[in-house]
């Protein structure tokens, strides 16, 4: 009881506001409740900010976490290619003896199951042929020919390799070039 009297005499001491009182007091109510607003707002914005910046950043790990699957063995290949260039050239001699061609024979099929297990893990050889054309994104020119077209295979020194999409090492090629009698002067 002794509460509410006080509140009554509280309420009963507070002179009634004139006009000009309750137009300051609801604009400073009314510019509280905007500033309130703005501040609602900005802190809305970053929230979604936010949220967007996790989702982009969730992504890009994802994306990340399936090149790193995709191209796991690259690594492995690269270090692989140097041996496998050895065993090729070494089978591009044709020995005469007939025990010895059984062996190659042997190592023949040994390279063709290593390509097989390569290609089975997504691993693509570059063997240009002689007269095909050029192509900078899958061959790197060693050396120019003389030739009738330019930019054509005229021959393979190394098979390039592709894993999945991706070059692990292009193929070197020997390219033809129309040689002008000025070009033959400056080799010279």
Same mark, same amino acid.
């Given at each position: ?23 300051? %007091?609801?604009? !400073? ?9 703005? *501040?609602?707002?900005?802190? +809305?914005?970053? /929230? ?56 190659? %024979?042997?190592? !023949? ?9 390569? *290609?089975?893990?997504?691993? +693509?050889?570059? /063997? ?59 080799? !010279?």
């Amino acid at each position: 009881m002794k509460k509410e009297k006080e509140l009554k005499e509280e309420t009963s001491e507070e002179k009634p506001l004139d006009q000009d009182e309750k137009k300051e %007091k609801k604009k !400073e109510v009314d510019s509280h409740i905007e500033k309130l607003k703005k *501040e609602v707002a900005m802190w +809305k914005d970053k /929230a979604y900010r936010t949220a967007a910046d996790c989702d982009n950043l969730r992504k890009s790990y994802e994306k990340d976490h399936e090149n790193l699957l995709k191209y796991r063995a690259m690594g492995f290949i690269e270090k692989l290619l140097p041996a496998l260039d050895s065993f090729n050239m070494s089978l591009m001699v044709k020995p005469e003896d007939p025990k010895i061609q059984n062996y190659v %024979k042997g190592f !023949e099929m040994i390279y063709r199951q290593i390509l097989t297990a390569l *290609e089975q893990e997504g691993v +693509k050889q570059i /063997a240009p042929k002689a007269g095909e054309k050029f192509n900078p994104d899958m061959m790197q020119a060693i050396d120019i020919k003389p030739g009738k077209e330019n930019d054509l295979v005229v021959e393979t020194y190394s098979n390039g390799y592709l894993l999945k999409d991706r070059l692990v090492r292009p193929a070197m090629v020997v390219v033809s070039k129309v040689m002008d009698i000025k070009d033959d002067e400056s080799i !010279e």
